[in-house]
């Protein structure tokens, strides 16, 4: 489906930004901090969730001091939508998780089905821990379990539509150098 540019530029144009690329970069830093004091001497696999977990697990990964292997999954329930629906897996683990110590990047947990599914494949597959880090956690009680937190988390954002830093408004701005609030959601 092909989409107005215009639409795209004027969804950006009256966007409230809510963090700006300093506050982000700040938030990645302290993650970084806390990860390399949990995960230093783990071994572990590294996992970016596509398409979100794209900019973040970049940009957080080359601050990670320790040996790890990385790869990435890829499962959706948005899928260009406001609104999120059932779990699409398009790629799965190419490692062997027997054993290993796994740790997921996603860009935000939202309602959290997404991490939920994917920290349950993972032990399924024989992953001795399955850890989670996200640059956001959005403020709601839509939870998919009550008090679902991820392990690391960069900031908490509130209840809105958000794009920037991987997120995307209908497959564009996941390149936006900040994290933006779609005007009224
Ligand atoms: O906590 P939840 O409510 O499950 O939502 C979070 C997930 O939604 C987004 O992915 P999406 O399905 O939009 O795919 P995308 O990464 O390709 O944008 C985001 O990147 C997370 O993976
Ligand atoms: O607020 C959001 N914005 C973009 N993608 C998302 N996926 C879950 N929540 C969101």
Redesign the pocket.
Known sequence: MSIDLEHVKQVMAEADCLFSQEQVEAAMASMATEINQALGDSNPIVYSVMN?GLIIAGQLLTRLDFPMEVGYLHATR?RNKLS?GELFWKAKAEHSLVGRTVLIIDD?L?EGHTLAAIVEYCKDAGAEQVLTAVLLD?KHDRKAYPGMRADFTGLEVEDR???GFG??YKGYWRNAAGIFALKGH
């Open positions: 979100g948005y999120g935000i939202d959005k539509y958000i794009f997120l995307d």
